[in-house]
């Protein structure tokens, strides 16, 4: 590998340059062309301490969610000081960062974006508060799949889903409406807004959280969410050779914000495209007996990794919102007539209806989760759930 700028030989070798041709002027050229290169440097690190000790001071990097963290984390480890703001467990779609997440973040130098739903919302705003952030858009130019029939997620917020989101708002931010938010329907909609007065105040509290959702209405229509396609899936990440494209892409930015440790960043990559190159023909073959059916999930993640392995996923929420009476009997009927013994979540939803799914055709519950910490080891497990899943099909 070529040296690059920056990097420690590099920065020792400028030091050695910059010392000789002093030496030079004090010794003459002579005397100074017989000092070994060694003592040049030697002389270069005890004179420049304060350069290695910033040198050796770990990037600041923010991502999304811990799949990504992952990643990073395998290209650059210790070199590199990570936060996640959607934690395992936190919904990405209804997620809001915390007051102390927005306020670590402006003076974050780099940011590695996903294109999750809350990265639309909440980019635009936190570049404002931190001008000097990178902010790299790893989904950009990836052939992306949109939620089809069955998996749309529904943003245009109509009244009743615009109602429930506030209430999710204000338990994540104000304890003092925790009650308020248990409530989630609209039948006692009026009894908890008593009075104009506080009707008005409540909802001038909620003024900037109607603007997040306007400005991510307007994002969902540059993004082909008005043009028929419906909403963006945005778990790329669960297709391995999507994830690989992701890799390069964020080793190439890492090696450019950390020249000191581009070739170890560079290996990195290399090692950690390989892995996932193994694992997407492990996937592969262990799936390839079950190519043409059908899985149902409540929540629509694993779209990508359907796609990837000539699997179809269907979900049992509908429109992001869980299904209405008539609909949770259609499912049941579709479930039962294809043998269906596996209704798969994740912890970031509501379970409800897939437990009632679940009760009513005797089929098992078990997780697909799109956000758990360890890729490798999650990918591993969602395969074997799967294969275990048609198995048990299989044998009804």
């Given at each position: 590998?070529?040296?690059?700028?920056?990097?420690?030989?590099?920065?020792?070798?400028?030091?050695?340059?910059?010392?000789?041709s002093?030496?030079?002027?004090?010794?003459?050229?002579r005397?100074?062309?017989?000092?070994?290169?060694?003592?040049?440097?030697?002389?270069?690190?005890?004179?420049?301490?304060?350069?290695?000790?910033?040198?050796?001071?770990?990037?600041?990097?923010?991502?999304s969610v811990?799949?990504?963290?992952?990643?990073?984390?395998?290209?650059?480890?210790?070199?590199?000081?990570?936060?996640?703001?959607?934690?395992?467990?936190?919904?990405?779609?209804?997620?809001?960062?915390?007051?102390?997440?927005?306020?670590?973040?402006?003076?974050?130098?780099?940011?590695?974006?996903?294109?999750?739903?809350?990265?639309?919302?909440?980019?635009?705003r936190?570049?404002?508060?931190?001008?000097?952030?990178?902010?790299?858009?790893?989904?950009?130019?990836?052939?992306?799949?949109?939620?089809?029939?069955?998996?749309?997620h529904d943003?245009?917020?109509?009244?009743?889903?615009?109602?429930?989101?506030?209430?999710?708002?204000?338990?994540?931010?104000?304890?003092?409406?925790?009650?308020?938010?248990?409530?989630?329907?609209?039948?006692?909609?009026?009894?908890?807004?008593?009075?104009?007065?506080?009707?008005h105040?409540?909802?001038?509290?909620?003024?900037?959280?109607?603007?997040?959702?306007?400005?991510?209405?307007?994002?969902?229509?540059?993004?082909?969410?008005?043009?028929?396609?419906?909403?963006?899936?945005?778990?790329?990440?669960?297709?391995?050779?999507?994830?690989?494209?992701?890799?390069?892409?964020?080793?190439?930015?890492?090696?450019?914000?950390?020249?000191?440790?581009?070739?170890?960043?560079?290996?990195?990559?290399?090692?950690?495209?390989?892995?996932?190159?193994e694992?997407?023909?492990?996937?592969?073959?262990?799936?390839?007996?079950?190519?043409?059916?059908?899985?149902?999930?409540f929540?629509?993640?694993?779209?990508?990794?359907?796609?990837?392995?000539?699997?179809?996923?269907?979900?049992i929420?509908?429109?992001?919102r869980?299904?209405?009476?008539?609909?949770?009997?259609?499912?049941?009927?579709?479930?039962?007539?294809?043998?269906?013994?596996?209704?798969?979540?994740?912890?970031?939803?509501?379970?409800?209806?897939?437990?009632?799914?679940?009760?009513?055709?005797?089929?098992?519950?078990?997780?697909?989760?799109?956000?758990?910490?360890?890729?490798?080891?999650?990918?591993?497990?969602?395969?074997?759930?799967?294969?275990?899943?048609?198995?048990?099909?299989?044998?009804?």
């Amino acid at each position: 590998m070529s040296m690059h700028a920056g990097s420690p030989l590099a920065s020792r070798q400028v030091l050695c340059e910059k010392l000789l041709s002093r030496v030079q002027r004090t010794l003459g050229p002579r005397a100074a062309r017989a000092l070994p290169l060694s003592v040049l440097g030697a002389l270069a690190a005890f004179a420049t301490p304060a350069a290695h000790a910033q040198d050796s001071a770990p990037l600041h990097v923010a991502v999304s969610v811990p799949p990504i963290a992952w990643m990073v984390d395998q290209l650059a480890g210790e070199h590199v000081e990570i936060t996640t703001l959607a934690k395992p467990g936190d919904n990405p779609h209804a997620y809001d960062p915390t007051p102390r997440q927005v306020a670590e973040l402006s003076t974050v130098p780099l940011y590695l974006a996903i294109g999750v739903p809350f990265e639309q919302v909440w980019l635009p705003r936190l570049e404002k508060n931190n001008a000097e952030m990178q902010v790299v858009h790893l989904e950009e130019g990836l052939n992306t799949r949109h939620f089809g029939s069955g998996e749309a997620h529904d943003h245009s917020h109509d009244e009743a889903h615009e109602h429930e989101h506030e209430h999710e708002h204000d338990a994540h931010h104000d304890d003092e409406h925790d009650d308020h938010a248990d409530n989630g329907g609209h039948g006692e909609h009026h009894d908890v807004h008593e009075g104009h007065e506080e009707h008005h105040d409540e909802h001038e509290g909620h003024a900037e959280h109607h603007d997040e959702h306007a400005d991510h209405q307007a994002h969902g229509a540059q993004h082909g969410e008005d043009d028929g396609l419906g909403e963006a899936d945005p778990h790329l990440w669960l297709d391995p050779q999507r994830m690989q494209t992701v890799v390069e892409r964020a080793a190439e930015v890492l090696e450019a914000r950390l020249p000191q440790h581009a070739s170890e960043i560079d290996a990195n990559e290399q090692r950690l495209l390989k892995t996932l190159s193994e694992l997407d023909a492990q996937i592969a073959q262990t799936l390839a007996p079950y190519k043409g059916r059908n899985f149902l999930i409540f929540h629509p993640s694993f779209g990508y990794f359907a796609d990837r392995y000539s699997l179809e996923q269907h979900a049992i929420e509908v429109s992001g919102r869980e299904p209405t009476p008539r609909e949770m009997a259609t499912l049941i009927t579709r479930a039962k007539d294809e043998n269906i013994g596996t209704i798969f979540v994740s912890g970031q939803f509501s379970q409800t209806a897939a437990k009632r799914i679940a009760s009513s055709l005797e089929a098992e519950v078990a997780v697909l989760d799109p956000l758990a910490e360890d890729y490798l080891d999650n990918l591993k497990h969602a395969t074997e759930a799967l294969k275990a899943g048609f198995k048990l099909t299989d044998s009804q």
